[in-house]
């Protein structure tokens, strides 16, 4: 699998195919693929995406996350219990 984000367009595309994703999960999968194979914990992610003063909950991370992998495939962000997240998808490209 492959994926294409372009932050200039806020444009996803999954083997050539265009994915329609709302801002926050667009923010998430940027974040985690920036770094991929980094484990960013739900705080550092809620922090950098939502920011401290928002009034969502912490757990709204798990959320966006099962919703990008349904998007992207369930393999494609691995749980890493009692840490957090990482991406696992190899070939992502950012423009």
């Known amino acids: 699998m492959s994926i294409e984000i372009d932050t200039e ?3 996803v595309l999954k083997d050539g195919v ?4 709302p801002l926050k999960e667009f923010e998430l999968l940027h ?6 194979g980094k484990v960013f914990s739900r705080k550092q992610i809620y922090n950098i995406i939502w920011g401290e003063n928002s009034n969502s909950k912490v757990r709204t991370v798990d959320v966006h996350i099962l919703l990008l992998r ?3 495939g369930l ?21």
Not at 31 to 36: E, H, W
């Open 18 to 21: 265009r994915l329609e994703l």
């Open 9 to 11: 367009k806020y444009i």
């Open 31 to 36: 974040l985690l693929s920036i770094s991929p």
């Open 70 to 72: 349904k998007k992207l």
């Open 75 to 95: 393999n494609s962000i691995k749980m890493i219990r009692g840490v957090g997240y990482k991406i696992t998808i190899e070939n992502v490209s950012i423009k």
